[in-house]
T-cell receptor, first 113, second 112 residues
């Protein structure tokens, strides 16, 4: 059965800390790994990773994929209270031309002032 | 990219009633996904809606409970039928574009 597992499930840090969120997967017909931030209802896109070992970076956020280890990490440096959210990892698979996204359990991050 | 307008944003419904959620996309798309996110849980795929054919439901979800319409390539509806408190969730529509999944604003449903 295809699955995506994230750890930790929740995390509480103070402003300025650096956090690392983990995502591991066992998914057939892997196409890409995606990270989303969910603050209220709709997840917003952060990164899409398809190649192993290439870091994607956007401001204080960065992410890298390890296809050998079937995992990815999302790093957030110098955290701010606005980073408080649920971070979702998703893996896309393509079967017979049909896309499907499998979401992980999410990591709930709370940043304290 | 794709811009998706989803409504209603939230609703409080009596048990035994039905609610229809609408999603309008700003471009033509072949596939549209419907997800449920129960409190404290991740996104679970309910079904994939394809224009011109019946929706494909995931294990644990049935058409009688979650009927879906897809009359054209820019619009879809999901109905939550005969609701119970266990149906209280966030419901999200989503479309793939450029490898990414884009989401509507979500519908927060509370069943009392």
């Amino acid at each position: 059965e295809d699955k995506v597992v994230q750890s930790p499930l929740s995390l509480v840090v103070h402003e300025g800390d650096t956090v690392t969120l983990n995502c591991s997967y066992e998914v057939t017909n892997f196409r890409s790994l995606l990270w989303y931030k969910q603050e209220k209802k709709a997840p917003t896109f952060l990164f899409m990773l398809t190649s192993s070992g290439i870091e994607k970076k956007s401001g204080r956020l960065s992410s890298i994929l390890d296809k050998k280890e079937l995992s990815s990490i999302l790093n957030i440096t110098a955290t701010q209270t606005g980073d408080s959210a649920i971070y979702l990892c998703a893996v896309s698979q393509v079967t017979s031309g049909t896309y499907k996204y499998i979401f992980g359990t999410g990591t709930r991050l709370k940043v304290l002032a | 990219s794709a811009v998706i307008s989803q409504k209603p944003s939230r609703d409080i419904c009596q048990r035994g009633t039905s609610l229809t959620i609408q999603c309008q996309v700003d471009s033509q798309v072949t596939m549209m996904f419907w997800y449920r996110q129960q409190p404290g849980q991740s996104l679970t795929l309910i079904a994939t809606a394809n224009q011109g054919s019946e929706a494909t439901y995931e294990s644990g979800f049935v058409i009688d409970k979650f009927p879906i319409s897809r009359p054209n390539l820019t619009f879809s509806t999901l109905t939550v039928s005969n609701m119970s408190p266990e149906d209280s969730s966030i419901y999200l529509c989503s479309v793939p574009s450029g490898g990414r999944a884009f989401f509507g604003q979500g519908t927060r449903l509370t069943v009392v």
